[in-house]
């Protein structure tokens, strides 16, 4: 009785800050269309820039891809996320807007019923825990130092478009097709393509430890591709590790369009604002983090994050209790 009141309490203002954070979202995507297409983040070159001239693809032989603008490249990824939110926003059991009531008057597991409820959910744990895992590790004298880019424009491009190419990787090859292969019992293609989408949902699963355990794996691989492949500092591996855990997790439990927004929202949503303020106040994008308008947002990540896990846990003890008592 006692947690149910606490969860009660806590809901009402974890609600008016999931509702805040879906609005960030929806903000988020004209801020990153007009920095990419209007402001002057890239200086000396713009969205018409060939594919073919950024850093890594110079001199590769790709000269028949030159006719591909990076502008092209950023609408058809900004369009992808788009459709993913819509779906997310309106489903797969209910819209957003009547997952909220529940929530509000204590049903804590009704999140369940929407991938963007379940997003902002997990996005701001890992912001939170991500926060905690910092703080924990400065005081070892672990610095995170992130990767610099040679252009803002074409570095927000990265940002961009590496949520989509990670999860497909790390999520769907190394985790969707493995769980498939342990826990399907028949050779379908559509049973195959439906468990990728989500594997939870369409896979008959008993027991989850084998799937747990690959979470695990894939998610220190996570850790590991960014301080070898993205060039951050050694300290971001725990970091990135315990959010490729999380959104394995994710995937695993509600599928792709959830696991992938999350990633979204730690890459886009926070640089559009942060590229924003480094457009307007003409800073570097590293300082915008130290503006204000930055750190509120960030604040109120934090204090969803934080009020997500306490009510996990209070929800996991009343679910608990109950079970004894029906037992």
Same mark, same amino acid.
């Given at each position: 009785?006692q947690?149910q009141?606490?969860?009660?309490?806590?809901?009402?203002? !974890?609600s008016?800050?999931?509702s805040v954070?879906?609005?960030l979202?929806?903000?988020? =995507?004209?801020?990153? #269309?007009?920095? =990419?297409?209007?402001s002057?983040i890239?200086?000396s070159?713009?969205y018409?820039?060939p594919i073919t001239e950024?850093?890594f693809?110079?001199n590769?032989?790709l000269?028949?891809?030159s006719?591909l603008?990076?502008?092209e490249i950023?609408i058809?990824?900004? +369009?992808?996320?788009v459709i993913? =939110? #819509?779906i997310?926003?309106?489903g797969?059991?209910?819209?957003?807007l009547?997952?909220?009531s529940p929530i509000m008057?204590g049903?804590?597991g009704a999140q369940d019923?929407?991938?963007i409820v379940?997003?902002?959910?997990w996005?701001?744990?890992?912001? +939170?825990?991500?926060g905690?895992i910092?703080?924990?590790?400065?005081?070892m004298g672990?610095i995170?130092?992130p990767p610099?880019?040679?252009?803002?424009?074409?570095g927000?491009?990265?940002i961009t478009?590496s949520p989509l190419?990670e999860?497909?990787?790390?999520?769907i090859?190394l985790?969707?097709?493995?769980?498939?292969l342990?826990?399907?019992?028949?050779s379908?293609?559509k049973?195959f393509f *439906?468990s990728?989408w989500n594997?939870?949902?369409?896979l008959?699963i /008993?027991?989850?430890k *084998?799937s747990i355990i690959?979470?695990?794996?894939?998610g220190?691989?996570?850790?590991?591709a960014h &301080? &070898?492949?993205?060039?951050?500092?050694?300290?971001?591996?725990t970091?990135?590790?315990?959010?490729?855990?999380i959104i394995?997790w994710? !995937?695993?439990r509600?599928?792709f369009v959830?696991a992938v927004?999350?990633?979204?929202a730690?890459?886009?949503?926070? !640089?559009?604002?942060? !590229?924003?303020?480094?457009?307007?106040?003409?800073i570097r994008?590293i300082d915008?983090?130290?503006?204000?308008?930055?750190? /509120?947002?960030e604040?109120?990540f934090l204090?969803?994050g934080i009020?997500?896990i306490?009510?996990?846990?209070?929800?996991y003890?009343?679910?608990?209790?109950t079970?004894?008592?029906?037992?």
């Amino acid at each position: 009785m006692q947690d149910q009141k606490i969860i009660q309490g806590l809901a009402i203002p !974890y609600s008016a800050l999931v509702s805040v954070i879906f609005g960030l979202m929806i903000l988020s =995507f004209p801020i990153g #269309a007009y920095l =990419f297409f209007n402001s002057q983040i890239g200086k000396s070159i713009d969205y018409g820039l060939p594919i073919t001239e950024i850093g890594f693809l110079k001199n590769k032989g790709l000269d028949w891809l030159s006719w591909l603008e990076i502008g092209e490249i950023f609408i058809v990824i900004w +369009a992808v996320f788009v459709i993913l =939110f #819509a779906i997310a926003t309106l489903g797969p059991k209910k819209n957003m807007l009547s997952i909220l009531s529940p929530i509000m008057s204590g049903s804590y597991g009704a999140q369940d019923g929407n991938y963007i409820v379940q997003t902002i959910k997990w996005f701001t744990v890992i912001i +939170a825990l991500s926060g905690a895992i910092d703080i924990i590790q400065q005081s070892m004298g672990i610095i995170i130092t992130p990767p610099s880019f040679d252009n803002d424009l074409t570095g927000f491009l990265g940002i961009t478009i590496s949520p989509l190419i990670e999860e497909i990787g790390f999520r769907i090859i190394l985790l969707g097709i493995p769980i498939f292969l342990a826990y399907s019992n028949r050779s379908s293609v559509k049973l195959f393509f *439906k468990s990728l989408w989500n594997p939870h949902d369409n896979l008959s699963i /008993t027991n989850s430890k *084998k799937s747990i355990i690959l979470i695990v794996i894939v998610g220190i691989l996570f850790g590991l591709a960014h &301080v &070898v492949s993205e060039q951050w500092s050694n300290g971001k591996f725990t970091q990135a590790a315990m959010s490729g855990i999380i959104i394995g997790w994710v !995937y695993y439990r509600y599928g792709f369009v959830a696991a992938v927004l999350i990633h979204w929202a730690t890459n886009y949503v926070v !640089y559009s604002y942060a !590229y924003l303020v480094s457009s307007v106040n003409e800073i570097r994008v590293i300082d915008s983090f130290s503006h204000s308008l930055i750190q /509120t947002i960030e604040i109120i990540f934090l204090i969803t994050g934080i009020l997500a896990i306490i009510l996990g846990i209070y929800q996991y003890r009343k679910d608990k209790l109950t079970k004894n008592s029906v037992i």
